[in-house]
């Protein structure tokens, strides 16, 4: 049964807002490095969402796996370039990030790319 990753997308913002009402501290420490770590330098948005996607399969981190694909579609990657960064996770990762590149990830990405044509 496919999982409803439109929903995984949500739970996972929507947890990060709740958390953060009682741990404000941390979270925001958090939000501050991805904030950091995303501003474009040698490397544009796009190229580190691309590399997100391929940490979280190889990880297989399946909120990750979400919300990168969502933000790399924002970001204007197009799946072609998405499942081509999961297939380097593959190569790393061998049959658990196929699994979830296959599943999880193709299931992301033919969800989310209508929100963005």
Avoid at 64 to 71: E, G, M, S, T
Avoid at 76 to 101: D, H, K, Q, W
């Amino acid at each position: 049964m496919a999982k409803d990753v439109r929903q995984m997308l949500n739970d996972f913002t929507n947890g990060l807002e709740v958390v953060g009402q009682t741990n404000e501290k941390q979270v925001g420490a958090f939000m501050n490095l991805l904030g950091a770590s995303y501003e474009p330098g040698a490397l544009d948005l796009k190229t580190k969402e691309l590399m997100s996607v391929a940490i979280a399969a190889y990880n297989r981190c399946e909120y990750c796996i979400v919300f990168h694909v969502y933000k790399a579609l924002e970001a204007g990657a197009t799946r072609e370039e998405i499942l081509e960064s999961a297939m380097v996770a593959v190569a790393f990762g061998g049959g658990p990030s196929m699994a979830y590149s296959v599943t999880l990830l193709k299931d992301s990405i033919d969800e989310f790319e209508k929100d963005f044509k």
